[in-house]
């Protein structure tokens, strides 16, 4: 295992929480007011036709009680068997601004009907098909009170699958927790103000706080550090690096490659200290509405947000850097969740691939004839296991060798199917369907990588374990 140990200097994971999805199976009442840029998506003061039938465990009508004006809309629960979500859906005209578009508001007001004090409720944003792309929980006391409540864009996260504030084409509310009644009221697009902050200086303000903190940009790409160490050489070149990888990616999917129109860039962040690691997660997950966990060391993505630390003994040019911003614009471009179970294995693939292509070095020469030669076994503790089981489970540090020469087999012998790969797992299509659309299965694939890896490491290779992307020429 010790040849395996350099390369497995990370896992990159995502939330620990539950991520929600517009269940295809349910169906969802939607109102037919109509969404303005920076106005009112809805103010029920005029009749709405919500059919009853349209939701499962609740009837929806509107209600002469507002918080504004002469109605609102109200949700009454009624018992089903199994009990279904209501869900609501307010249809949005165009897409949201980011530029000019500081929050979603609304007023609501609850009543339980017994003990429960608050209620749960998510607001998802969905895009033309009706899939949710973010998503935010919030909870509303259930005091029978009005209140109000504002969810800043920042503070929403990727939801079914990822997409851009221009893609959203409907708010959607989710029920979550038990209720007698509920009122919505006054929902809202909230203009950003002309002294807003910029996203990337509010991502750097979370990270470090008022600490000094130098960074580098450019390309829709941001690196921040608090580390004394690392100097504006050290920036520009992970920066470099971080380009360099953008446009791998784009030039192996082609056209798979659709950026998500968020404000901020993505970012890899480098922290002086362990601590400060932490509590940033601490803070995102706060800002979130979830709970995160980061590993203890090493590095971690969150959509198309890096993080790691800074170690004096391991010096100012670190694979882990490389690798753990690979996962952020592998999210960003490839709409790619790391750590997810369906996107983790194409992520970990690409993001130690190309770490082996620029530190060959994370993995000794030999490791890769002992491993074709040995071949693939069905055994927890086996470093090749089954395709099968590999690219539909949670990934682990033991598949990083794995799935970078898988990565690289796809790139020598089928290029072609990468952007069909990638698309297909964007849109949350299952992994047994992406290859069957291809012409292939698992099994088969599991096949030709093996013969592919036995003749091309028959012996170990002295000029590293892939060919170096056209991208690090003369680096």
């Given at each position: ?111 339980d009907g017994g ?264 055994l927890p503790q ?42 297909g797992l964007a ?49």
């Open positions: 295992m010790k040849h395996i140990a350099n390369l497995l200097l990370l896992m990159a994971c995502v939330i620990a929480g539950v991520t929600d999805t517009c269940r295809a199976d349910v169906a969802i009442a939607t109102a037919p007011s109509l969404l303005q840029p920076d106005a009112a998506i809805a103010t029920f003061d005029t009749d709405v036709d919500l059919p009853e039938a349209k939701l499962v465990s609740a009837r929806v009508s509107r209600d002469p009680a507002a918080f504004a004006g002469a109605g609102s809309l109200r949700i009454v629960f009624h018992a089903t068997e199994p009990v279904v979500p209501p869900t609501l859906r307010l249809p949005i005209t165009a897409g949201i601004d980011s530029g000019r578009t500081d929050a979603i508001s609304f007023h609501a007001r609850a009543a003990a429960q004090k608050d209620v749960r409720v998510r607001i998802g944003l969905c895009n033309s098909s009706g899939r949710q792309i973010m998503q935010r929980p919030v909870t509303i006391p259930a005091d029978n009170q009005w209140h109000p409540v504002s969810v800043s864009l920042e503070r929403f996260r990727w939801g079914e699958i990822a997409g851009g504030w221009n893609e959203a084409r409907s708010v959607q509310i989710i029920i979550e927790s038990s209720f007698s009644s509920i009122w919505f009221d006054e929902v809202k697009l909230v203009p950003r103000g002309p002294d807003a902050v910029l996203p990337k200086d509010r991502l750097r303000k979370l990270a470090f706080a008022e600490r000094d903190a130098r960074s580098a940009e450019g390309d829709g790409l941001f690196v921040a550090t608090d580390a004394a160490d690392l100097t504006e050489a050290d920036m520009l070149r992970i920066l470099g690096n971080m380009k360099r990888t953008r446009s791998l990616v784009r030039r192996l999917f082609g056209d798979a490659v659709r950026p998500i129109d968020a404000a901020p860039p993505a970012a890899l962040l480098i922290f002086k200290d362990q601590p400060g690691y932490s509590v940033f997660w601490q803070n995102m997950g706060s800002q979130w509405g979830a709970r995160i966990l980061p590993p203890q060391s090493g590095g971690y993505t969150v959509q198309d947000i890096a993080t790691t630390t800074f170690d004096p003994k391991l010096g100012n040019d670190r694979p882990v850097w490389l690798h753990e911003s690979a996962h952020a614009i592998v999210g960003r471009d490839l709409r790619l969740a790391p750590g997810t179970i369906a996107h983790s294995w194409l992520q970990e693939g690409l993001a130690n691939y190309i770490q082996l292509c620029v530190y060959p070095n994370s993995l000794d020469n030999g490791a890769y004839p002992r491993l074709f030669a040995a071949g693939v076994q069905d086996a470093l090749f296991r089954p395709l099968k089981s590999v690219l539909s489970e949670r990934v682990t540090t033991q598949q990083y060798a794995q799935l970078a020469s898988l990565t690289a087999y796809l790139i020598e012998a089928h290029p072609d199917w990468l952007p069909k790969i990638a698309s849109d949350a299509t299952p992994v047994d369907k992406v290859f069957t659309a291809l012409g292939t299965d698992l099994d088969a694939l599991q096949t030709s990588w093996l013969a592919w890896g036995r003749k091309r490491f028959a012996q170990p290779r002295t000029d590293g374990h892939f060919d170096r992307p056209v991208e690090w020429n003369g680096r």
